[in-house]
């Protein structure tokens, strides 16, 4: 089992609705990934948090908010969203310190949230 | 640009034979590369990385990776397939500034593996 979890599993929203992705992670790591994955395509990369400071957005629309409550947590709001932003998306952490060979440990990710947006 | 390639969409082998999945890349400075599968419905799992030192590189499941300067190469090899290797795999590299504390990769556009019975 992966030791970052994400909530729920799956989801189906409306083009109107308001509803959020969680991810929870207690490894201790200080920075938090969303990822968004098409079918048959790599993950792309949406945002990044480091010591719970938003580092990455990549150009991301505003209908999606990332939050980073604490070392833990990270979420993702979803707002007004369209037919094309269904996908999976991936929580993925990496511990985050000073030490060199921190700079590339390898991603630990959750599961996903299989979204669709009707 | 960091960039890497996989050539092949897909790889079919027989459970017992080798397997080699392709992947190339395109770097400025020294590469930082990495291997990861993806079971359906599931995140990516880390296989294994090539950091420094010795150019063959044993990570989980019993697949290896042998990394080639010359040839920019960072194929994915396991000696002996298992049906249940079956998934698809993605070859990446590093992006980015080393002193970030976070990782920022660029994956390759992934190559499903299937092994047959």
């Known amino acids: 089992d992966t030791e970052v979890t994400q909530t729920p599993k799956h989801l189906v929203m409306g083009m109107t609705n308001k509803k959020s992705l969680k991810c929870e992670q207690h490894m201790g790591h200080r920075a938090m990934y969303w990822y968004k994955q098409k079918a048959k395509k790599p993950p792309e990369l949406m945002f990044v948090?480091?010591?719970?400071?938003?580092?990455i957005n990549e150009s991301v629309p505003s209908r999606f908010s990332p939050e980073c409550p604490n070392s833990s947590l990270l979420n993702l709001h979803l707002h007004a969203l369209q037919p094309e932003d269904s996908a999976l998306y991936l929580c993925?952490?990496?511990?985050?310190?000073?030490?060199?060979?921190?700079?590339?440990?390898?991603?630990?990710f959750g599961n996903g949230t299989r979204l669709t947006v009707t | 640009a960091q960039s890497v390639a996989q050539p092949e969409d897909q790889v079919n082998v027989a459970e017992g034979n080798p397997l080699t999945v392709k992947c190339t890349y395109s770097?400025?400075?020294?590469?930082?590369l990495f291997w990861y599968v993806q079971y359906p419905n599931r995140g990516l799992q880390f296989l294994l990385k090539y950091i420094t030192g010795d150019n063959l590189v044993k990570g989980s499941y019993g697949f290896e990776a042998e990394f080639n300067k010359s040839q920019t190469s960072f194929h994915l090899k396991k000696p002996s397939a298992l049906v249940s290797d079956s998934a698809l795999y993605f070859c990446?590299?590093?992006?980015?500034?080393?002193?970030?504390?976070?990782?920022?990769?660029?994956f390759g556009t992934g190559t499903r593996l299937l092994v047959s019975p």
């Open positions: 993925a952490s990496t511990p985050n310190d000073s030490a060199w060979g921190s700079y590339n440990s390898p991603l630990h």
């Open positions: 770097v400025s400075g020294n590469p930082y």
């Open positions: 990446a590299v590093r992006d980015g500034r080393l002193n970030t504390g976070f990782q920022k990769l660029v």
């Open positions: 948090y480091s010591y719970e400071k938003l580092s």
